[in-house]
């Protein structure tokens, strides 16, 4: 079948005890957690206090980071490092980062090349940023010179983002994945969106267009797969339970 992630920010420590309960329950098999700069400090107790087998994702744009941009280098290290701290503590195998926008991809590859660490894997984009700056590693053609510049560990396949860049380069998605496939992802993000869009729009499972099931059923067997998601903080992770079982209907119903 497959191994399905939380995704978690290292900031939602209230988050903790339901998280606990859906991995006992085997709904979540790993945790993904997101680790905004400057928070391993206040947070790292807590989350080494859950027993599961995690995976870190360093910040993104969203937090100031742009590892196409050699004029951000030196932030750009320092924002990691809580990343490289969290990923100590949890063990935590990979450490995902975004290749950033409006700079080069031998940029990302050199930046992270730098840093002599042998978990970074790259995960793919959209080739449009939600405003508009066009981004770094939204091809095929892009994690494979990535791949080969041995800065990076593996890379990881999120669904939605390939599918928006198919659409802003004309191509179909279902086959514009396939071509992302013969790379081998570490692991994948999934969640549902817009089938014609172009821009990063995530939705709840079954409340977008997206082909679910045929973009299952591309998936190899086991594949580790974080669950992206929008959450009401209130419901307690509730809303990621119930697109977690929905998402695995999908899957047997997959062709």
Same mark, same amino acid.
């Given at each position: 079948? %497959?191994?399905?992630?939380?995704?978690?920010?290292? @900031?939602?420590?209230?988050?903790?005890?339901?998280?606990?309960?859906?991995?006992? &329950?085997?709904?979540?098999?790993?945790?993904?957690? %997101?680790?905004?700069?400057?928070?391993?400090?206040?947070?790292?107790?807590?989350?080494?206090?859950?027993?599961?087998?995690?995976?870190?994702?360093?910040?993104?744009?969203?937090?100031?980071?742009?590892?196409?941009?050699?004029?951000?280098?030196?932030?750009?290290?320092?924002?990691?490092?809580?990343?490289?701290?969290?990923?100590?503590?949890?063990?935590?195998?990979?450490?995902?980062?975004?290749?950033?926008?409006?700079?080069?991809?031998?940029? @990302?590859?050199?930046?992270?090349?730098?840093?002599? !660490?042998?978990?970074?894997?790259?995960?793919?984009?959209?080739? %449009?940023?939600?405003?508009?700056?066009?981004?770094?590693? %939204?091809?095929?053609?892009?994690?494979?010179?990535?791949?080969?510049?041995?800065?990076?560990?593996?890379?990881?396949? !999120?669904?939605?983002?390939?599918?928006?860049?198919?659409?802003?380069?004309? &191509?179909?998605?279902?086959?514009?994945?396939?071509?992302?496939?013969?790379?081998?992802?570490?692991?994948?993000?999934?969640?549902?969106? @817009?089938?014609?869009?172009?821009?990063?729009?995530?939705?709840?499972?079954?409340?977008?267009?997206?082909?679910?099931?045929?973009?299952?059923?591309?998936?190899?067997?086991?594949?580790?797969?974080?669950?992206?998601?929008?959450?009401?903080?209130?419901?307690?992770?509730?809303?990621?339970?119930?697109?977690?079982?929905?998402?695995?209907?999908?899957?047997?119903?997959?062709?």
């Amino acid at each position: 079948m %497959y191994n399905l992630g939380l995704k978690l920010f290292s @900031v939602n420590t209230d988050m903790l005890q339901p998280a606990a309960v859906l991995l006992a &329950e085997g709904v979540f098999s790993y945790v993904e957690l %997101y680790s905004p700069p400057q928070t391993y400090v206040a947070t790292v107790s807590t989350w080494k206090s859950l027993s599961c087998p995690w995976i870190i994702h360093a910040p993104h744009f969203g937090n100031g980071v742009n590892l196409a941009d050699p004029l951000l280098k030196k932030s750009n290290t320092a924002a990691l490092q809580d990343s490289r701290r969290f990923a100590d503590a949890l063990n935590a195998p990979h450490i995902i980062v975004h290749g950033g926008f409006g700079g080069s991809l031998e940029e @990302v590859c050199q930046q992270i090349a730098d840093l002599h !660490d042998g978990r970074f894997i790259l995960e793919n984009t959209p080739q %449009y940023g939600t405003d508009g700056q066009l981004c770094v590693g %939204y091809t095929p053609e892009h994690i494979k010179l990535a791949m080969n510049s041995g800065a990076f560990a593996g890379f990881v396949l !999120d669904m939605g983002h390939a599918v928006y860049a198919a659409n802003a380069l004309n &191509e179909g998605a279902l086959s514009f994945l396939k071509r992302f496939l013969q790379f081998n992802p570490r692991m994948m993000h999934i969640a549902d969106g @817009v089938w014609n869009e172009t821009k990063d729009v995530h939705h709840r499972i079954g409340q977008g267009d997206f082909e679910l099931a045929a973009m299952c059923a591309l998936l190899p067997g086991q594949a580790r797969l974080t669950l992206e998601i929008p959450r009401d903080a209130a419901r307690q992770l509730q809303d990621a339970k119930e697109d977690a079982l929905a998402l695995r209907r999908l899957f047997l119903a997959a062709p």
